[in-house]
């Protein structure tokens, strides 16, 4: 099984910050990657797919990089509406998710 | 638009039964693989199980292989996740889940439902 390790666990930032959550794989999953949001009560949100396509919809500060087994999604601009939990997928070999970010307002 | 709508989620005894229904709508249901992902209280995202547009491709994680099953009918826009068997480890918010348009099994989620919650508890 292909395990995900997302880092940081938490994330402490402000209004503005440019912030980095990263991914890592196990193994080379290729570029087979997505991002999800996930708010308290909610149901999480496509942010990101195939590693670095941006979900109709979803604002241009969010980006992802990567490829093989290193990812990264960045928020060039934190908003107020971006503090939430971040998940990595893996959907390369069956579906894996890392184990969540949580990006709280310092 | 995309509604995707769980129900038959509730409280069971361990090693009892309880079947999950999710009721599609706004898409072109059988164009899409669907999947089950569930949620433990203050944790993570658990992927279940998932089905191709035809059913010609299921899979299962391991922690419920043998014991789950998901079944889709086309015909009325449903997905099912038949659980025996139950253990106290798969109390949990149920999500349904849709991957975009596509033959395969594994992709992204674009859409998700609100959850159903399980508790196995004696």
């Known amino acids: 099984d292909i395990q995900m390790t997302q880092s940081p666990s938490t994330l402490s930032a402000s209004v503005g910050d440019r912030v980095t959550i990263t991914c890592r794989a196990s193994?080379?999953?290729?570029?087979?990657l997505a991002w999800y949001q996930q708010k308290p009560g909610k149901a999480p949100k496509l942010l990101i797919y195939?590693?670095?396509s941006l979900e109709s919809g979803v604002p241009s500060r969010f980006s992802g990089s990567g490829s093989e087994t290193q990812f990264t999604l960045t928020i060039s601009s934190l908003q107020p509406d971006d503090f939430a939990t971040y998940y990595c997928q893996q959907y390369y070999s069956l579906i894996t998710f890392g184990q969540g970010t949580r990006l709280e307002i310092k | 638009e995309v509604q995707l709508v769980e129900s038959g989620g509730g409280l069971v005894q361990p090693g009892r039964s309880l079947r999950l229904s999710c009721a599609a709508s706004g898409f072109t249901f059988d164009e899409s693989a669907m999947h089950w992902v569930r949620q433990a209280p203050g944790k993570g995202l658990e992927w279940v199980s998932g089905?191709?547009?035809?059913?010609?491709?299921?899979d299962y994680a391991d922690s419920v292989k043998g014991r789950f099953t998901i079944s889709r009918d086309n015909a009325k826009n449903s997905l099912y996740l038949q659980m025996n068997s139950l253990r106290a480890e798969d109390t949990a918010l149920y999500y349904c889940a849709k991957g975009p348009r596509g033959y395969q099994l594994l992709y992204q989620f674009d859409y998700w439902g609100q959850g159903t919650l399980v508790t196995v508890s004696s």
């Open positions: 195939k590693a670095s």
């Open positions: 089905t191709s547009w035809n059913s010609g491709k299921i």
């Open positions: 193994q080379s999953i290729i570029t087979w």
